[in-house]
């Protein structure tokens, strides 16, 4: 079993910064790539960003690349996910997410076998 605990989501103003923090402990060694989705009322999960475990490869949603950085801290199995320049529209319930194994379909929630409890993020105009 993995687990997963964010932390880090609280009430900002639009154009304002906020890093999220995941941290992972359990059976760490199964995984292969940690992601970041969010979940807005009334919507669907959606992908946000994704890093791969030990590595710098990193993927991107169009609506957040050049303004959401994700990175792993291996030394403490930590996930980060820092937003710059924060929309109203980036308002959501924020989840990291844990994969055990490649795959194409990294945009998926089907693809990650472990989540996290969320933490709101709130946007203010």
């Given amino acids: 079993q993995v687990q997963l605990v964010e932390s880090g989501g ?15 402990s359990g059976r760490t060694f199964n995984i292969y790539a940690m992601a970041w989705f969010r979940q807005a009322p009334g919507k669907e999960r ?3 960003a994704r890093v791969r475990w030990n590595s710098d490869r990193t993927y991107y ?3 957040v690349t050049g303004r959401f950085v994700v990175s792993i801290k291996n030394s403490d199995y930590t996930t980060y996910l820092q937003m ?3 929309t ?9 997410a844990a994969a055990t ?3 194409r379909n990294y945009d998926s929630t089907m693809e990650y076998a472990y989540w996290g409890q969320g933490t709101q ?3 203010s105009s």
């Fill in 121 to 123: 993020v709130t946007v």
């Fill in 10 to 24: 609280r009430s900002v103003q639009a154009g304002d910064s906020l890093r999220l923090s995941c941290k992972t």
């Fill in 88 to 96: 109203p529209e980036d308002t959501a319930v924020y989840y990291c």
């Fill in 84 to 86: 710059n320049r924060l």
């Fill in 61 to 63: 949603s169009p609506s």
């Fill in 101 to 103: 194994a490649y795959s």
């Fill in 46 to 48: 959606e992908f946000v």
